[in-house]
């Protein structure tokens, strides 16, 4: 079935430092996908999303590329700050209009 | 532009009791969602509305759990009897269209006991 792989599950680095979380995806007809941040007690707040005919996408400190050969995508957080701990979720929308969630990594940025 | 409400925020019930979860989307979002997210896990979706009609209920366990969109507006997800592995948070999301990014509520935590 269409399943969403997430790696690492669980992240460390130091402030300043860069994050960098991968998914990879089973829906080759898969075509839009996003990326959410939830913090605790909150629902997940999408921060960026990349479409199926983009390879990179840039908002800041935060970019997300996509390979869809590999059928992978990747997002990368830099110069991270405190404000950035939180689980985030990448997530793959299928060809039949389902978002399909990967299982999250919870990401600590050490002061 | 106000968000997604969800109501109520916790709730706390004995198994095969029953219970009900309430969602007001964004005014104006035709797709409506409703996703169980186990501790630790991500969200899941249980049941995706396009104005009032269901277009996906393949992850519902239609034995225990129903949902309706009257008017295609407000939705109520409903859970009779609970069991205990129903315990988890209730996400509701919206958005303008299938196609389109996903605003999430805050959920409804739910424990059964």
């Known amino acids: 079935g269409e399943n969403v792989e997430q790696h690492p599950s669980t992240l460390s680095v130091q402030e300043g430092d860069s994050a960098v979380i991968k998914c990879t995806y089973s829906?080759?007809?898969?075509?839009?996908f996003p990326w959410y941040k939830q913090e605790l007690g909150k629902g997940p707040q999408l921060i960026i999303d990349?479409?199926?005919?983009?390879g990179e996408k840039k908002d800041q400190r935060i970019a997300v590329t996509l390979n869809k050969t590999a059928k992978h995508f990747s997002l990368h957080i830099t110069e991270t700050q405190p404000e950035d701990s939180a689980v985030y979720f990448c997530?793959?929308?299928?060809?039949?209009?389902?978002?399909?969630f990967g299982a999250g990594t919870r990401l600590f940025v050490k002061a | 532009e106000a968000g997604v409400a969800q109501s109520p925020r916790y709730k706390i019930i004995e198994k095969r009791q029953s219970v009900a979860f309430w969602c007001n989307p964004i005014?104006?979002?035709?797709?409506l969602y409703w996703y169980q997210q186990i501790l630790g896990q991500g969200p899941k979706l249980l049941i995706q509305?396009?104005?009032?009609?269901?277009?996906?209920d393949s992850q519902l366990p239609k034995d225990r759990f129903s949902a309706e969109r009257l008017k295609g507006v407000d939705s109520t997800l409903k859970i009779q009897p609970a069991k205990l592995e129903d315990s988890a948070v209730y996400l509701c999301?919206?958005?303008?269209?299938?196609?389109?990014?996903?605003?999430f509520g805050p959920g409804t935590r739910l424990t059964v006991t």
């Open positions: 999301a919206s958005s303008f269209h299938r196609d389109y990014e996903q605003y």
């Open positions: 990349i479409r199926s005919n983009v």
């Open positions: 997530a793959a929308h299928t060809g039949g209009f389902k978002t399909i």
């Open positions: 829906d080759s007809a898969s075509n839009y």
């Open positions: 005014s104006g979002h035709a797709t």
């Open positions: 509305f396009q104005n009032n009609g269901v277009v996906d």
